[in-house]
């Protein structure tokens, strides 16, 4: 049994289960290797036996790529979650703890379908806190990530000029993924030009053609072998129509450098938080949306910088900082790189310059 699977069924039994059920696809390749797509695998953790159960397409990918496990391609009438009940009702499984967090209702009914004598206890995850700890090996994957991913951007800049749409940038950014050995986007990539769409800080990419004068935020990052990058660059098209966006830049810039020299382990999610935002507050501006968060396989992983938060940054995790401001009619800035929290302090993983680029 591999060591991050002996970890969960030792925390498992710790809180007197006797079984656990992960159906998170990323969980899934965290913990097995299987490559496979998201959402066609079950697992069943049990003291004595583990199964992977999938469906008749993936049986023999499964029984190459992973290891400690036995193969089961869910029978007639059944499908992955009946079929992992029935598993567990074999297996004499009493309490079994799932992460109701991942299931539908219809697969939770499902899985209790067929285990009326298992009691199904839903809990927080238990593979969340050990994905938030990278090891050296998935760091040097996320690095490669990002490194695609900046090569990328600085290929991009020549496209960017009047006249080409924001959906020609985001289709050129993933051919220049692909082209370095990226696996294409691993999230839809942002591009927010102009006054309008500028301002949504979650925008998604039109046919609106950029004009000189326009701002343009880009938030990009590809897969390397199955993990992320995530960085975002505000650039200006010739001469700003509107000054208030140079402002809006360096405050943006100054609030990032307030976090990153911040970042140390032991730093508490919540005052990190602050930190950023003050700076953004007492500019007479707000941030619309949280200002970090961790990642790895998915692009979105705990912990995340948001107000309250008592969890600590810890050696090894790997987050953004991404301080951004907005205002419609005028358009928007943000700024965003990737940190390695280390023993003694942080190390930046994403190295494209600070500076305003103008094309």
């Known amino acids: 049994m591999n060591t991050r699977i002996q970890k969960i069924v030792d925390a498992v039994k710790k809180n007197s289960h006797d ?7 990323s969980d899934i390749k965290y913990l097995t290797g299987f490559t496979g797509e998201y959402g066609v695998a079950v697992l069943l953790l049990t003291e004595k036996k583990n199964y992977f159960v999938t469906d008749g397409r993936f049986e023999f990918q499964a029984a190459q790529e992973t290891e400690g496990f036995e193969v089961v391609v869910y029978g007639e009438g ?18 079994c703890a ?31 806190p050990l994905r938030a700890i990278k090891t ?9 990530a990002c490194r695609i991913s900046e090569r990328s951007f600085y290929a991009l800049l020549d496209v960017i000029k009047p006249g ?30 102009g006054p309008d769409n500028g301002a949504n800080c979650h925008a998604t990419a039109s ?16 897969y390397y072998h199955g993990y992320c990058s995530d960085i ?4 200006a098209v010739g001469k700003a129509k509107n000054p208030e966006l140079y402002k809006m830049f360096d405050v943006v810039r100054k609030a990032k450098d307030a976090g990153q020299n911040s970042l140390k382990p032991g730093m508490v999610m919540g005052e990190l938080r602050d930190i950023i935002v003050k700076v953004v507050e007492d500019a007479g ?75």
């Open 232 to 235: 975002t660059r505000t650039v």
């Open 19 to 25: 079984g656990i059920v992960i159906s998170k696809g």
């Open 136 to 144: 050296p090996e998935e760091i040097e994957t996320i690095e490669q």
């Open 164 to 193: 080409v749409t924001e959906i020609d940038i985001a289709n050129e950014l993933e051919y220049q993924f692909r082209s370095r050995g990226g696996s294409g986007f691993c999230f839809e990539t942002i591009v927010a030009s």
């Open 78 to 95: 059944l499908n992955y979650f009946s079929q992992t009940g029935k598993l567990a009702a074999e297996a004499g499984v009493k309490q």
């Open 98 to 128: 799932i992460c109701g967090a991942d299931l539908t209702f219809d697969d939770y009914q499902d899985l209790v379908s067929q285990a009326p004598d298992t009691k199904f206890v839903s809990e927080g995850s238990y593979v969340e």
């Open 285 to 359: 501006y707000h941030i619309p949306h949280g200002p970090g968060h961790n990642f790895g396989l998915d692009i979105h992983e705990q912990p995340y910088i948001c107000t309250g938060s008592k969890v600590t940054l810890q050696p090894g995790m790997v987050h953004t900082i991404e301080p951004g401001i907005y205002i419609p009619g005028i358009g928007g800035v943000r700024q965003e790189d990737d940190f390695l929290i280390t023993e003694d302090g942080y190390r930046r993983i994403t190295n494209i310059t600070d500076a305003l680029i103008t094309l």
């Open 207 to 222: 046919d609106r053609k950029i004009q000189l004068g326009d701002f343009v935020t880009i938030d990009f990052g590809t």
